[in-house]
């Protein structure tokens, strides 16, 4: 499912977004789930932030349905299918991230989301609104993608994101 490696989410210089959690090193040719390597034994990390949160998934993953609609919640993941690990946690379509758990992300698997983009022709100049972001202070210029997957930094080994 690789379509390009993902750096951002293995970045091991800094900590995982709000945390003192740093990743395991993953070197490119390891990041595929199907690339063997029993070494492989990465920190978990879930934030106390989402812990009993009612829009946060329970931090035991039993009993919820992946790849597939769970109640109201879509599960599905825009890049088909996704494999579970031992544990019944989904993995990462795009590989290894260097990281377990959600970290401040809600949902175990897919985390959709929405950014929205304010435009408008002022005198002939395209103007808009973009975002900075609480989590790294960068702006975000909304691109025309629809349903890609991001390599943020709180994207996790089990648990990602989407715009």
């Known amino acids: 499912m690789l379509g390009h ?25 390891k990041v595929p789930w199907n690339v063997q390597w029993d070494e492989y034994k990465p920190a978990e990390y879930n934030s106390d932030k989402i812990k009993g ?22 599960r599905k993941s825009h890049m088909g299918d996704y494999k579970l690990d031992e ?10 991230t260097g990281l377990r758990g959600r970290g401040i992300l809600g ?18 100049k395209l103007q808009y609104i973009a975002i900075e972001r609480s989590d790294t202070g960068k702006i975000l210029f909304i691109a025309f993608v629809l349903l890609q997957y991001c390599s943020f930094l709180r994207t996790m080994g089990t648990s990602w994101w989407y715009d």
């Open 5 to 29: 490696l993902h750096k951002t989410c293995r970045d091991t210089s800094k900590p995982y977004t709000k945390s003192e959690v740093f990743r395991f090193a993953v070197p490119d040719e």
């Open 53 to 74: 949160k009612e829009w946060a998934d329970p931090e035991a993953v039993k009993g919820l349905k992946f790849n597939q609609i769970d109640g109201k919640l879509n």
């Open 107 to 124: 949902r175990w698997g897919p985390n959709h989301a929405t950014d929205p983009l304010i435009s408008r022709l002022n005198n002939g």
């Open 87 to 96: 544990s019944g946690a989904p993995l990462n379509p795009e590989g290894r």
